[in-house]
């Protein structure tokens, strides 16, 4: 069953198996209230054993390009377009949040995206490999972002 995100009432619905709720609800709601800014577009997820086609196009992308797999549980996906790009949005269990920025058009602006929720340990498969950086934001405190650029067509 689908959500609509409200970063107005955040709450922890579908993610309440992480040990790291709070601060990922919060850093959910932190990007719906980003898509609503900028693209007046409602950010809605669906449960991650409902989206396993999502699931599958971000592994295919990590494994490719970076021989990154995550063994976190993914707790739920959203995936949609606005204007010529691509979103892929899978959220784990551990507070990780993995995104997928794709252009339709132009493939110099294409990449993975990782936000890190506050209070989570940066995840061992992303350990050394990727510099964060620190971005405050009233909803989900202190994220922690890194991102590589997508060489490949997907």
Not at 13 to 41: I, Q, T
Not at 111 to 135: H, R, T, Y
Request: proline letters at 3%; hydrophobic letters at 40%; charged letters at 25%.
């Amino acid at each position: 069953m689908s959500y609509i995100v409200d970063f107005k009432n955040v709450s922890i619905v579908g993610l309440e198996s992480s040990p790291v709720a709070d601060a990922l609800a919060g850093l959910r709601a932190n990007e719906a209230r980003y898509f609503m800014n900028k693209y007046r577009h409602q950010f809605i997820v669906v449960p991650a054993n409902e989206s396993h086609d999502a699931i599958e196009y971000v592994k295919q992308i990590l494994k490719t390009e970076r021989d990154i797999e995550f063994s976190a549980k993914p707790l739920e996906t959203s995936r949609f377009q606005v204007e010529n790009i691509q979103w892929t949005y899978i959220f784990y269990e551990d507070g990780l949040v993995v995104n997928v920025m794709y252009t339709v058009n132009d493939p110099r602006k294409r990449a993975v995206g990782f936000k890190l929720s506050e209070g989570m340990e940066v995840p061992k498969e992303l350990d050394g490999k990727f510099n964060f950086a620190k971005q405050k934001s009233t909803l989900a405190g202190t994220i922690r972002g890194s991102f590589f650029v997508i060489k490949g067509n997907y």
